[in-house]
């Protein structure tokens, strides 16, 4: 497993491999760089050997390989990151149907038919007739199915098989406690917007290996690919209110708090600040989920800063 390489360590295992270059070094000679991962943690690769670039550089997506090298001093690493390691890689061979890829699919230790059950008893708290059929029938299906096992994030937060499923049921919860918290609020609308907030990620993130995003996910982004769902599913439910859905697909535009997070529209109302920082906490929790190495205080990417994870 990646998280137990050692310097001088010789390895040989299944890897996901996410190719950030392919070039040439000022002595003319090819090399590939990226990153090797598996459910254990990621280290860079650096790659001189002409066969394993050629097979990497036709690479369009992060892709499975049996890869083969020895772990090195990375000299060019950012210390920011604690990246130390690298993988002098001299092997790198598309994995075929009979090789065991499971350890390449994050789990993110998480109780899926728990968090399946406090889902459908949050939908089930929806007193709303037309929200909470809104709900219901936009979870149902394949759809649903694709729900309970797709990520929320490609890499930054709860990336990992069922994380749009545990991220979803973790920032309801929150927002539910915020909304009793601070009193005269539409909880309805809370509970179908925070269910309802991430919904276009199904669209946007794919649950394939590596989690890649979609063409069409980075042409419109989850925000209005899930907004565009909703109402047009809402339009077609008699007892939702077009005032009510109105009020709903604000919670989902809002949601990233302002335009340079990627929401088009501010928060201007209470259930839509609360859906918005529910999610906002809850992200940033995610990043104390796991622990990387030994070292207490490590670099998080997303919040641009060290953490202290004792």
Known sequence: MIKDF?????????????????????????????????????????????????????????????????????????????????????????????????????????????????????????????????VETIFSGSLYTQFLKN?????????????????TVSMARLAVAMGKTIGDVNLDLIIAGALLHDVGKLREISSRLGFPYTTEGRLLGHISMGAMLVGRVGLQIPELSREKLDQLLHILLSHHGDHEKGSPVFCATKEAFIVHYADELDSVMNQFHEKEGKDPWEFNKMLQRYLYKA
């Open 151 to 167: 990520p929320a994030g490609m890499r930054l937060h709860h990336a990992y098989v069922g994380g749009l499923l545990h991220h």
């Open 6 to 134: 050692q310097l001088g360590n010789d390895m040989e295992q299944p890897c996901l491999v996410r190719l950030q270059k392919v070039g040439t070094s000022s002595n003319g000679k090819a090399y590939a760089k990226g990153l090797l991962e598996d459910n254990s943690g990621c280290i860079p690769f650096i790659c001189f050997e002409a066969g394993p670039i050629n097979r990497l550089r036709t690479m369009e997506v992060p892709s499975a390989y049996i890869i083969g090298g020895r772990v090195d001093v990375n000299k060019y690493g950012s210390s920011t990151a604690g990246m130390n390691l690298q993988v002098v890689v001299h092997k790198a061979v598309p994995a075929g149907p009979n090789d065991d890829l499971s350890s390449l699919l994050p789990t993110g230790h998480i109780n899926r038919e728990a968090l399946e059950i406090e889902f459908k008893t949050l939908e089930g708290r929806i007193q709303d007739e037309g929200l909470r059929r809104l």
